[in-house]
T-cell receptor, first 117, second 116 residues
Framework: AQKVTQAQTEISVVEKEDVTLDCVYE???????LFWYKQPPSGELVFLIR??????QNEISGRYSWNFQKSTSSFNFTITASQVVDSAVYFC??????????????FGKGITLSVRP | ETGVTQTPRHLVMGMTNKKSLKCEQH?????MYWYKQSAKKPLELMFV???????ENNSVPSRFSPECPNSSHLFLHLHTLQPEDSALYLC???????????????FGPGTRLTVL
């Protein structure tokens, strides 16, 4: 069975601090995809990144960066120079191998990030 | 950017009421999903539809009844709910390609349901 663990439940930082959100996953599959989503107070989940299991290169997008380590089954997310608008709940998710036309995601419990001015 | 809308945004109902949640996607996708998000719990996948056919029912109680009349619309019919069913219900859609890759899911804003 697939499992995603986000051990941190709530993180509070002051604006401009760097913050890392941890994600550890479990799967028996060799092919899988990892995602990060952001859920602002408005409720909808906003897609941030998708990474397949064969691509271990780290990725940077503006102030966001992701560190994928297959050896430790981790896919951590770092926000550099955090801003108040980054306050949200962040979810890490893992997909099953592609079957039929579905994409089936297993989510972690989410991390509530609060960025104070 | 989402392209997925949900109505109503908030719903309060009694345990004997019957109500429906509606989801509509404007992205030309072929797969649609219902998720339940309860406090302090991970998002739980409830149902998946592909090309209007239900392909996943994640052991959801029968008091939740989905309906997908076409690839753009998804409903969740509710009847005789329990207070523990109070949650945020999220709809999502994806391209649902038949081969290769994992397509990302696009989420709606959710319906905040309170069962009294």
């Amino acid at each position: 069975a697939q499992k995603v663990t986000q051990a941190q439940t709530e993180i509070s930082v002051v604006e401009k601090e760097d913050v890392t959100l941890d994600c550890v996953y479990e799967t028996r599959d060799t092919t899988y995809y990892l995602f990060w989503y952001k859920q602002p107070p408005s409720g909808e989940l906003v897609f941030l990144i998708r990474r397949n299991s064969f691509d271990e290169q780290n990725e940077i997008s503006g102030r966001y960066s992701w560190n994928f380590q297959k050896s430790t089954s981790s896919f951590n997310f770092t926000i550099t120079a955090s801003q108040v608008v980054d306050s949200a709940v962040y979810f890490c998710a893992l997909s099953e191998p592609y079957t039929g036309a579905n994409s089936k995601l297993t989510f972690g419990k989410g991390i509530t990030l609060s960025v104070r001015p | 950017e989402t392209g997925v809308t949900q109505t109503p945004r908030h719903l309060v109902m009694g345990m004997t009421n019957k109500k429906s949640l509606k989801c509509e996607q404007h992205l030309g996708h072929n797969a649609m999903y219902w998720y339940k998000q309860s406090a302090k719990k991970p998002l739980e996948l409830m149902f998946v539809y592909n090309f209007k056919e239900q392909t996943e029912n994640n052991s959801v109680p029968s008091r939740f009844s989905p309906e997908c009349p076409n690839s753009s619309h998804l409903f969740l019919h509710l009847h005789t709910l329990q207070p523990e069913d109070s949650a945020l219900y999220l709809c999502a859609s994806s391209q649902g390609r038949l081969a290769g890759g994992i397509d990302r899911q696009y989420f709606g804003p959710g319906t905040r349901l309170t069962v009294l």
